[in-house]
């Protein structure tokens, strides 16, 4: 009795010890729900008691600075407009000759933005996607008269300087429509491609590459940091990486995905730098935390964060459970790899898509796995032929028809590929309950295809463990047999 009431307390024990990291998941897990609603609150504050409201649809005049790179459009320019209170989204005529930093009078009626309904059907919460932005009231329509320049932060300023005369340069010896995507690739100038060409990158699943993932971030600050590994030392090497990549994000605008992927190779090359090995899930937990604190809006509202970070956390979570039990072939070119990370981050990403775009691409791994060994070559030879376009025409012009081919290719495959019928498919609308459960349901499946992974080959150890342990002893028993021997034993019986 006394070792059945031991056995029975020992078990209740053990069990409350293994329950006891879950209930520990469990109340971080509310917790920072808890903190997340809590931040989400105090950061709507600023949007509350602006001398504006009492303005709304009225006309009015208003004077402010522009405090992001002006977003120019085929017909028109979005600004970001800092008034003494608040942030406004002015649209005015493309002709505008607005620059960051510049303080302009607004002439246009007040109003606030309202949500509409995209050609698939589904409602495109605006008023969210501008409150992640810092905004909440817009003048479209307006008339612009440019008061004050350069009046903005001066680091930011002569970077977009460099980056106009960049793209300059470029146009000079890349025609289009190459020079629109190379400028997308290295830039994330997507108004520069045109909406066919937009379609055509949407319906075969390769939009991402031109609105600077975190896969042209990595190739960019791959390149610079092979360029400083040729005569700077490593520590002097990783401050100029850092210094790059936060140049590099300031030129092509602090997106949200742009802002992920800085953060978590800052940290690489921090870890680098300290020789701590590097953990790159928590990287991007920790990078998804910051973001999240500083902007709890992009969690709810900003689909560019959504979709890139689930995107990475698929990259981390699936490849390498294909890895592990699917892939046995040999990886030529590279080609496994980016049909793994293809398929691993569209499944990553596919409720996200189906709930807020409506329409997925069934050819996009394999548009991928053409396209993507290209664009580092293309992004590279683009890259050259802007920089050498400063000193020589000439030979910018030759490396400029080398990125031309690289370039058209990608485009001639999205566009053959955009025409197969069912290329895309629109799915019916659903709430976002909806993705809550897919989400679920892929994580059970994930688990428990991890735990299966993880007994076969605990089986297959234990298998492997007895099946020496067996030899080991046959041989340990002929030993002492053969230690026991007569010298000279006698032949076998049928020699007799």
């Not at 609105?211 to 190739?219: A, E, F, H, K, R």
Request: hydrophobic share 50%.
């Amino acid at each position: 009795m006394a070792d059945g009431g031991k056995f029975g307390f020992g078990g209740v024990w053990r069990s409350g010890a293994a329950s006891a990291p879950g209930l520990l998941l469990v109340s971080l897990c509310f917790t920072f729900i808890a903190l997340g609603i809590l931040r989400t609150e105090i950061a709507t504050w600023k949007f509350d008691d602006s001398p504006l409201s009492a303005q709304l649809e009225q006309k009015v005049e208003l004077q402010g600075k522009v405090i992001q790179e002006p977003d120019y459009r085929e017909k028109s320019v979005h600004l970001y407009v800092e008034t003494a209170n608040d942030v406004v989204l002015v649209t005015a005529d493309r002709l505008s000759n607005v620059n960051y930093g510049d303080i302009i009078s607004v002439a246009g009626k007040l109003t606030k933005p309202e949500e509409f309904t995209t050609e698939l059907g589904r409602t495109f919460n605006y008023p969210g996607y501008l409150m992640a932005r810092g905004v909440q009231y817009k003048i479209s329509f307006a008339t612009v008269a440019v008061l004050e320049t350069r009046q903005g932060n001066p680091i930011v300023a002569a970077l977009l300087d460099v980056k106009r005369l960049f793209i300059t340069s470029l146009e000079q010896v890349i025609f289009e429509p190459q020079v629109g995507l190379g400028e997308g690739l290295l830039l994330g100038v997507k108004s520069s491609l045109g909406e066919d060409i937009e379609e055509n990158f949407r319906r075969t699943g390769i939009i991402h590459i031109v609105v600077l993932s975190g896969y042209n971030v990595m190739l960019v600050v791959a390149f610079f940091m092979l360029l400083f590994s040729f005569f700077l030392p490593l520590r002097v090497r990783i401050i100029a990486g850092i210094i790059s990549i936060a140049a590099f994000a300031l030129i092509v605008g602090l997106s949200a995905t742009v802002v992920r992927a800085s953060i978590m190779v800052s940290l690489v090359l921090i870890a680098q730098a300290s020789g701590r090995r590097y953990d790159v899930l928590r990287g991007l937990l920790f990078a998804g935390m910051v973001m999240i604190f500083v902007n709890p809006f992009l969690l709810l509202y900003d689909i560019g964060f959504q979709l890139s970070f689930m995107a990475t956390l698929g990259l981390l979570l699936i490849v390498p459970q294909f890895e592990v039990s699917l892939v046995k072939t040999s990886n030529l070119w590279g080609i496994r790899d980016f049909f793994l990370a293809t398929v691993a981050t569209q499944i990553a990403v596919l409720p996200l898509l189906m709930f807020h775009i409506g329409q997925v691409s069934l050819i996009s791994v394999v548009v991928n796995v053409l396209v993507l060994p290209l664009v580092p070559v293309a992004m590279l030879l683009t890259f050259i032929s802007g920089l050498v376009g400063f000193f020589s025409g000439q030979l910018a012009g030759l490396i400029g028809y080398l990125a031309s081919i690289s370039l058209n290719y990608i485009l001639m495959v999205a566009d053959w590929f955009a025409h197969v019928p069912l290329a895309a498919v629109t799915v019916p609308q659903f709430s976002a309950l909806g993705v809550l459960v897919m989400y679920g349901l892929m994580a059970v499946g994930l688990v428990i295809w991890r735990n299966k992974k993880i007994t076969a080959v605990s089986l297959s150890a234990r298998s492997l463990n007895l099946s020496d342990w067996v030899i080991e002893e046959e041989v340990e028993k002929a030993g002492q047999s053969q230690k026991h021997r007569p010298t000279n034993p006698e032949p076998p019986i049928f020699f007799r």
